[in-house]
């Protein structure tokens, strides 16, 4: 399966900043997605990350708080924004190939933000 | 989407099988079910996934009902490092995950 590496791998954030999330794949994929686990929940999708074209965003989560980029097929940046403590998470990158419903999702291990 | 049903904890002594069970009554015909599991700290790991038929690979076994409305994970022989929140999923188009079931096993 792809190798996924996630930048930073844990990040300490003043109130009101913004941080940006990168997420690079060893292999070319065909979906992207970006989650998040807030403290002692499941994972929650923010949105597939789509290559060329702007993010399909999930309910419950907009553009200008959560920009994310895909400017090709093995990278894919997730920026949280003017961030507060409600969004202190785990931000994680996921990747997909070939036809949805009969390929496996695989995961990074995550981005673990602490907002003060 | 199908929404699916997990006790939320089960214990296991290791070596033994582990049996986690997964309620998906109302699954579409073309919906996949897929299990994942977490580890603390860590990503999810994809475990296995199945349509129709029963799965195996190195890691499980993945048994369907006939209805399809309900499925079980099995760990052949459950070790501590097993332990684990597991996750059934039905999958559309995304992967929506529930609460899961967390997986003690003990020496």
């Known amino acids: 399966s792809a190798v996924i590496s996630q930048k930073p791998s844990r990040d300490i954030c003043q109130r009101g900043t913004s941080l940006t999330i990168q997420c690079q794949v060893d292999?070319?994929?065909?979906?992207m997605f970006w989650y998040r686990q807030q403290p002692g929940q499941s994972l929650t999708l923010i949105a597939t990350?789509?290559?060329?074209?702007?993010?399909?965003?999930e309910s419950g989560f907009v553009i200008d708080k959560f920009p994310i980029s895909r400017p090709n097929l093995t990278f894919s940046t997730l920026t949280v924004s003017n961030m507060s403590p409600e969004d202190s998470s785990i931000y994680l990158c996921?990747?997909?190939?070939?036809?949805?419903?009969?390929?496996?999702?695989?995961f990074g291990d995550g981005t673990r933000l602490s907002i003060l | 989407d199908a929404k699916t049903t997990q006790p939320p904890s089960m214990d296991c002594a290791e070596g033994r099988a582990a049996n986690l069970p997964c309620n998906h009554s109302?699954?579409?015909?073309?919906?996949?079910v897929y299990w994942y599991r977490q580890i603390h700290s860590q990503g999810p790991q994809y475990i296995i996934h199945?349509?129709?038929n029963n799965e195996t690979n190195e890691m499980a076994s993945l048994i369907i009902t006939e209805d399809r409305k309900s499925s079980t994970l099995i760990l052949p022989h459950a070790t501590l490092r097993d332990t684990a929140v597991y996750y059934c999923i039905v999958y559309t188009d995304k992967l929506i995950f529930g609460t899961g079931t967390r997986l003690q096993v003990f020496p």
């Open positions: 199945g349509l129709k």
């Open positions: 996921s990747v997909a190939d070939g036809v949805l419903g009969n390929q496996p999702q695989h």
């Open positions: 109302t699954i579409s015909g073309n919906e996949y």
């Open positions: 990350a789509n290559q060329g074209s702007e993010a399909t965003y």
């Open positions: 292999s070319q994929v065909t979906m």
